[in-house]
């Protein structure tokens, strides 16, 4: 949970109630749930996915006061965990696209040969780069079978973004390769962009053909629904 940052109900399922039968998967799900909000390791947003008529299936998951003195061990610094505040909505769909990619890729691997070995959203993502700043891709994730491991930044387009803008985006990775940058594990990753629709697909293919050199090796920019297959065919093909 702490990796994500924010969760639906319903992925929360997907991760981790898919085992149980159909019959008491939601109803086991919402009890322990429950259990932890009531603890306060877990609490919910105002906002659910789906309206207001959506129920229980609808809520987005965040970690409490108790959740994060858990998982950051607050107690060792004395600093006072806070609970965390209400975001914007283009925020939460903006961060619910990148928590349903790591789901996707959960489901695809407990069926195919390859684990997801790391998985980390923003600001533990983040990369320095050589100008004193750092690089913030949206998310890293490392995918391995037993001979090859297959490094990955990951940019969630929702379509929200000027092109202009992503450009300068796009251009700070060139940037990190060009002084020789690498990321985790010794390596520089490729970047996958996702977007939403064929039309701003293309669009950002014909933003990275104006790029210089290496960006037709470095970016790979493919629609939401594609996003696991690519990844997946890159890993199986180049092992």
């Not at 009531?38 to 108790?66: E, M, Q």
């Not at 994730?141 to 930044?153: I, K, R």
């Not at 520089?188 to 996702?194: A, D, H, S």
Request: proline letters at 7%; a positive charge.
């Amino acid at each position: 949970m702490h990796r994500l940052r924010l969760i639906t109900g319903t992925q929360l399922e997907r991760l981790h109630f898919a085992a149980l039968s159909p019959a008491s998967r939601g109803r086991t799900r919402r009890r322990v749930l429950h259990r932890l909000v009531t603890w306060r390791v877990l609490t919910t947003l105002d906002r659910r996915v789906g309206g207001v008529r959506a129920g229980s299936d609808g809520l987005i998951y965040t970690l409490d006061t108790a959740g994060v003195w858990l998982t950051y061990h607050h107690a060792a610094t004395g600093t006072a965990p806070r609970r965390p505040r209400q975001p914007g909505s283009a925020f939460t769909t903006h961060i619910l696209a990148v928590t349903e990619l790591y789901v996707r890729l959960i489901e695809h691997s407990r069926i195919q040969p390859f684990e997801v070995t790391e998985f980390d959203t923003e600001p533990a993502c983040w990369c320095p780069d050589s100008f004193g700043g750092h690089l913030k891709p949206d998310a890293y994730t490392l995918l391995s079978t037993p001979d090859y491991n297959d490094a990955w930044w990951i940019e969630a387009d929702l379509g929200t973004e000027s092109l202009p803008r992503l450009r300068k985006k796009l251009q700070s990775y060139l940037d990190f390769a060009h002084q020789g940058g690498i990321g985790p594990g010794g390596v520089l990753p490729r970047v996958l962009i996702t977007t939403p629709t064929a039309k701003r697909c293309t669009a950002i293919k014909a933003l990275i053909t104006g790029l210089p050199t290496p960006a037709d090796q470095l970016f790979h920019p493919v629609l939401h629904s594609s996003a696991i297959d690519h990844l997946i065919i890159a890993l199986l093909v180049d092992q």
